[in-house]
Nanobody
């Protein structure tokens, strides 16, 4: 049974930091590219960051220099370190596993940036 379980969301003040984690099981984690998406209220879901199975990373422009994606293939986890958070980062954050044949999604974790 495939599972992607996100954790680490919460309420943080502008300028603060949060670290999201996604624990994967039920598939060969090291063979999948991993991504973080987010959906803000009233907006479409957008790709935030991705990391290939060999560690190549990509970021959407709005988070470059503030967010860092990483993976631990030994622990089957992917993380998103988020620094200098802004109110516009408020969203539900989703973990996604991608392969040429299958995609899997987590249930999401809420991140709220507010004073």
């Amino acid at each position: 049974q495939v599972q992607l379980v996100e954790s680490g969301g919460g309420l943080v003040q502008p300028g603060g930091s949060l670290s999201l984690s996604c624990a994967a099981s039920g598939f060969t984690f090291s063979s999948y590219a991993m991504s973080w998406y987010r959906r803000a209220p009233g907006k479409e879901r957008e790709l935030v960051a991705s990391i290939g199975n060999r560690g190549t990373t990509k970021y959407t422009d709005s988070v470059k220099g503030r967010f860092t994606i990483s993976r631990d293939n030994a622990k089957n986890t992917v993380s998103l370190q988020m620094n200098s958070l802004k109110p516009d980062d408020t969203a539900v954050y989703y973990c996604k596993a991608v392969s040429p044949r299958y995609d899997y999604w987590g249930q999401g974790t809420q991140v709220t940036v507010s004073s």
